[in-house]
């Protein structure tokens, strides 16, 4: 069994997983294939929030171990 490959981004994982998603709401795929878009789908998944847990992880560093509202000021 091949090991998943890793997306090469956070937004290359959603293009990815935006495709699989639109390819089995065609309903044109074969059972094995649906599973297997499944199986990446929930991968790409987990591979997503890990990403989101990091950066989530940074800001905490960077604004002192608590996390604030961002608002539009803090932008500016």
């Not at 309903?27 to 987990?46: F, P, Q, V, W």
């Not at 997503?48 to 509202?69: F, R, S």
Request: aromatic share 6%; with cysteine; proline share 4%.
């Amino acid at each position: 069994m091949a090991k998943p490959t890793k997306p090469a981004s956070f937004e290359a994982a959603m293009t990815e997983l935006e495709g699989l998603i639109a390819e089995m709401e065609r309903g044109d795929t074969t059972l094995d294939a649906s599973l297997a878009a499944y199986k990446r789908g929930g991968e790409l998944i987990r591979y997503c929030q890990e990403q989101l847990a990091a950066a989530e992880q940074q800001i905490k560093v960077l604004d002192g171990d608590q996390l604030k509202p961002f608002t539009v000021e803090d932008a500016e």
